[in-house]
């Protein structure tokens, strides 16, 4: 067994343990969710004290314990202090980590989605995209790596082009009036267009959508709605966005 290891992590939550210590969950590239005691960072002095934050990224010295992690060491890279000036960026942000540790599993790494997290906080952080459009497009790609890509494009069970969808998460996505059967539900062909384009856009491109508020914190529902209904969760800090 390591007595130490360097990983390279994010900050998803922490929550209070014993009289100064924190209980920290860690996104980390090299082995996935895990979580770390951070001790004596309640204390106001506390070196650490910054770096058990939610959104903190940085590297992580971590010794093992029997079946604990002890943080002895880190040097933060990215706080994404700016987000705490946003209030609806920062809300934003809190749905992204909620999904991520919703998606992830304990001690099973994921390379592409910890790449992806950083990459949707960092435009929330520092892009002027519309907020719900990131992360709206943050969901939609969190999904197919974890292996529910949706469709968007043609009806997910005759392959047909269709102009009056009906959508089922359960079937994939998209689907035309005759394969829609008692699952699919009607959705409005702008929506339908709209998540079509984000899927199909990187980050960069997301800034061209021509969307207003109201639509767009639709957009964000419903597909923050399919990830709970295929992950069987409920993202607690959607109610802050919307």
Known sequence: MEDNIKVTGL??????????????????????????????????????????QPFCFGEFILSERGN???????TLTESFYDLAYQ???????????????????????????????LKALKELT????NENV??????????????????????????????????SALRGGLLCPLC???????IQLSLINNLKFIDNSDYERLSTIKIDS???????CFIANVFCELVGCSLKSLNNVL
């Open 180 to 186: 829609k059967d008692i699952d699919g539900s009607p």
């Open 214 to 220: 109201t639509a767009s914190k639709k957009l964000l």
């Open 134 to 167: 990131i992360t709206a497009k943050f969901i939609i790609d969190t999904l197919a790596l974890i292996g529910y890509k949706m469709n968007f494009t043609k009806c997910s069970s005759c392959r047909a082009s269709v102009s009056r969808p009906y959508f």
């Open 68 to 74: 604990n992690y002890i943080t002895t060491n880190c």
């Open 11 to 52: 900050v998803l939550n922490a929550k209070d343990y014993k009289d100064n210590d924190k209980i920290v969950v860690l996104f980390t590239l090299q082995r996935g969710k895990l979580s770390a005691i951070f001790r004596g960072v309640k204390k106001p002095k506390a070196k650490m004290k910054m770096a058990a």
């Open 87 to 117: 209030t609806e960026r920062f809300f934003a942000g809190c749905v992204v980590l909620e999904v991520i540790d919703y998606a992830t599993i304990e001690g099973q790494p994921n390379e592409k989605l910890f790449l992806q997290s």
């Open 126 to 129: 520092y892009e002027t995209t």
